[in-house]
């Protein structure tokens, strides 16, 4: 088992004595966590910045995948729907290169900073830990929105809106901070944000319950749901373009390296009658054998497809090669953010850039 896998056993409650002594030992190693955080807050916005444009910062109180990337390429093309120029700043993980995306690789750049990029049109995103430096390159190249990925925990730039993913599955981090349960900072964070959006909403029975809670929280915060509405499939290699409609009454397996599998899971399971599903880690660097062991495991099983999230076949993508077999076809699961009250959030959007 997956230090990983055992860890997060422990911190959503599985019982056994083990489980339990494990998280009596993450208690007291969480208990630092507090006081370090509140010390990384202060110094950094001792010297936090005004940029002389508005900016939005997109991110979580928790660890893992909340749907930010997605939200990150939804608001990014709405600004440009609005004739705005974009530019969307993260931190490259995964990837070795610092500063503009554009024109450079995925392993170069990291999958979330290449999937942003390919999703603008005329908006360009940065890379790089030093986010104030890759704004000040941004403003010199005309940007006129900055949007901050995954900076909810960033203090350094002063921002205009804030807005905060919780994923449904667990929304609250197990009630704990980090490596007790998976909060970044203390649940109370929660009254800096303007939005709050709960992702994969109508996946959970206790939606209601959980924007109760978050209504305690901040009760002065915009509230809205989102959830993922499957598009279209891309076959791997030949680049196709194949309706939903081909996997109904399949059996087929389901791969994903992302923060939140279990929605990519559930979206499967609407579309083929059967999945088999394998979780690989967040930004998992997917290698040939790999692939090999998956369609071997596929075909011995009798599947029909495997099919993947569009952010690992960026990685994926590069390995296909003549020589690599594809006995069982690839397929690239193409799927968009759908947000409730719509409307309501452009209105909240216009407010920002208005000001």
Known sequence: MRIEELWRKAISGKK??????????LYFLSLPYFPLFHLFRWMQSLRQVKLPCPVISIGNITLGGTGKTSLAIFLGRKLEEMEYKVAILCTGYGGKSIGKVRGKGAREVGDEAFLLSANLERGDVWAGRDRLKMAREALKEGAEVIILDDAMQYFC???????????????????????RGSLREPISGLRRAQVIILSNADAVDEKSAIIERVKEINPSALILEANYRAKELVEMGEGKVRELGCLKGKRIMGVAGIGCPEGFKRTLEKLAVEVFFRAFPDHYDFKRRDILSLQEEAKSKGL??????EKDGIKIKELMGGDLPLEVPIFV??????????????????????R
């Open 16 to 25: 056994g004595f083990l489980y339990d002594l494990f998280r009596l030992s």
């Open 157 to 179: 730039i002063k921002k205009d809106l804030e807005i905060v993913m919780l994923n449904a599955f667990s929304p609250f981090g197990y009630g704990y901070l980090f490596p």
């Open 304 to 309: 029909s497809a495997i099919v993947i999230t």
């Open 333 to 354: 699961l193409r799927v968009e953010l759908s947000l409730s009250s719509e409307e309501v959030f452009r209105r909240k959007i216009e407010e920002i850039l208005q």
